[in-house]
């Protein structure tokens, strides 16, 4: 084999792996370490005193910002970076619980409004100190304003390079 030659139909060769340096890798797992523990952390603090994942809380977030607390279920999953199906899921679990309820959206016959009820607002209200203080206290707490204002640039310039813009764009919520 060491001597084939490559003639000028053949499929050029694979580039090679450009493997993470000693650095880069104790970086990357850092972070993997840290983003797993800090989900389970937020996750589990939101389990024990509002009886719902982070997803779900985030999703109650999302509509307590929107105007009169409705977003098309399109828009809801692009902000919390799910797909469509588990957002699905996860918007029947609310309404189960009465905090969210589905609308007809009337500008699309297809589309459909998730809203958020007053007693999904009153959950927000309660829960709201407990996950900002389990917040703070594994993340912001641990750092100075320097590093805070660093890990916001980091991350923003991840999430640009992950989100492609664009009809044909594979994102979670398009899936």
Request: glycine share 8%; charged share 30%.
């Given at each position: 084999?060491?001597?084939m030659?490559?003639?000028?139909?053949?499929?050029?060769?694979?580039?090679r792996p450009r493997w993470l340096s000693d650095?880069?890798?104790?970086?990357?797992q850092a972070y993997l370490h840290?983003?797993?523990l800090l989900e389970d952390h937020l996750d589990r603090q939101l389990q024990r005193?509002?009886?719902?994942?982070?997803v779900y809380y985030g999703l109650l977030v999302q509509l307590s910002e929107a105007p009169e607390g409705r977003l098309r279920m399109t828009e809801l999953a692009e902000g919390a970076k799910i797909t469509r199906s588990r957002l699905s899921h996860a918007v029947a679990?609310?309404?189960k619980?009465?905090?969210?309820?589905?609308?007809?959206?009337?500008?699309d016959k297809r589309g459909q409004l998730a809203v958020l009820t007053d007693d999904g607002r009153a959950m927000l209200v309660r829960s709201a100190p407990?996950?900002?203080?389990?917040?703070?206290?594994?993340?912001?707490?641990?750092?100075t304003p320097e590093q805070v204002e660093s890990l916001g640039a980091i991350m923003a310039i991840v999430a640009e390079g992950l989100q492609p813009s664009g009809r044909g764009a594979d994102v979670p919520w398009r899936r």
């Open positions: 084999m060491d001597d030659t490559i003639s000028p139909g053949d499929p050029p060769e694979p580039p650095d880069e890798q104790r970086t990357w840290a983003t797993t005193d509002a009886g719902m994942p982070h679990r609310l309404e619980n009465g905090w969210v309820r589905r609308e007809d959206c009337p500008s407990g996950h900002v203080a389990a917040v703070r206290q594994a993340l912001f707490d641990r750092l």
